[in-house]
Nanobody, 121 residues
Framework: VQLQASGGGLVQAGDSLRLSCAAS????MGWFRQAPGKRREFVAT????????VYADSVKGRFTISRDSDKNTVYLQMNNLKPEDAAVYYC???????????????????WGQGTLVTVSS
């Protein structure tokens, strides 16, 4: 399984950014992030079919996860970015056979390399 995340960059607070994650197949996908000195935390996940999105409370209403199944690509649209959103963002994948959405990073066996998001105040 190969996951390639992209789209990170330097933005100002209040700006928007869209991350992409191209997968080598079709999986249940998730986004996680890790800020310096902090543990990796869950951001959002989406089902194999593109429904049932689940978000961390900290991003709910600002971030949107979606997928283009034809391209095996998952997106994370991030609006109204805040300095506390700055982190390395990772996409992760689980088997398409799972039906229960989870925030637990340990249940995602496949990980991309991460893309850095920097938000200036």
């Amino acid at each position: 399984v190969q996951l390639q995340a992209s789209g990170g960059g330097l933005v100002q607070a209040g700006d928007s950014l869209r991350l992409s994650c191209a997968a080598s197949g079709r999986f249940v996908m998730g986004w996680f992030r890790q800020a310096p000195g902090k543990r990796r935390e869950f951001v959002a996940t989406i089902s194999y079919a593109g429904g049932s999105p689940v978000y961390a409370d900290s991003v709910k209403g600002r971030f949107t996860i979606s997928r283009d199944s034809d391209k095996n690509t998952v997106y994370l649209q991030m609006n109204n970015l805040k300095p506390e959103d700055a982190a390395v963002y990772y996409c992760a994948a689980r088997s398409s056979g799972v039906t229960v959405m989870t925030r637990e990073s340990r249940l995602y066996p496949y990980w991309g390399q991460g893309t850095l998001v920097t938000v200036s105040s």
